[in-house]
């Protein structure tokens, strides 16, 4: 039991490493002007805050409003 509380605690971690690298890929993209990779990491980005029991931030609703429009 503890062993897999600690698995889960590595795999979120983990997800949690990864979101912030797509952040900042996503800023560099954008800063860049490059819509179509700012786009595909937006649903990357998106992706993985799926996958992540993290709540999800007012910037990153906002975000993910931008995909709607």
């Not at 690298?21 to 990357?44: D, F, G, H, T």
């Amino acid at each position: 039991m503890i062993a897999q509380h600690y698995d889960l605690i590595h795999v979120e971690n983990n997800l949690l490493r990864q979101i912030k690298i797509k952040e900042n890929q996503l800023k560099i993209a954008q800063e860049s002007n490059m819509p179509y990779v700012a786009e595909a990491l937006q649903r990357q980005l998106l992706e993985l805050r799926c996958q992540s029991s993290e709540p999800q931030d007012f910037e990153f609703k906002a975000l993910m409003s931008l995909l709607d429009d």
